[in-house]
């Protein structure tokens, strides 16, 4: 069976695999630059946005270091990634993605519950 995901702190409703991109880009328009989604295995998957580039993570549980996406030989590094609880971020571009990418990348762990086979990402644990 494939996990069911939930947008934290929306509804105990499921999102699809198609509507998690549109669930992110309205949390970006009203502000919300952090989103975290469980999963019914207990999984968690956070997307944290400065609206250009994304940190996305996938945590096994709460204790969990996880994996995070990468983007190697990205340049420099960006800063505007605000929390939830008002602290900003900054994060070297590798070890972020473009918000378009970002998109893809959580549209395929929604829906199958691993990592596209053409993604980059790096463990952390």
Known sequence: MIESWVINDD????????????????RIGSGQLETWLT???GRLLAFVTNT????????????????HAVDPGAQG??????LSNGQDDEYPDEDTVPIG??????????????????ARW???R
Not at 16 to 25: K, Y
Not at 101 to 118: M, N
């Open 122 to 124: 790096v463990v952390d």
């Open 11 to 26: 509804s105990l409703v499921p999102v699809s695999s198609e509507a998690v991109p549109e669930a992110l880009r309205s």
């Open 39 to 41: 999963s019914s295995s």
């Open 52 to 67: 250009e580039r994304v940190m996305v993570m996938l945590l096994e549980d709460e204790g969990d270091p996880g994996e």
């Open 77 to 82: 590094s960006s800063d505007g990634f605000v």
């Open 101 to 118: 990418e970002a998109f893809g990348l959580v549209k395929q762990i929604v829906g199958t519950g691993s990592w596209p086979a053409d």
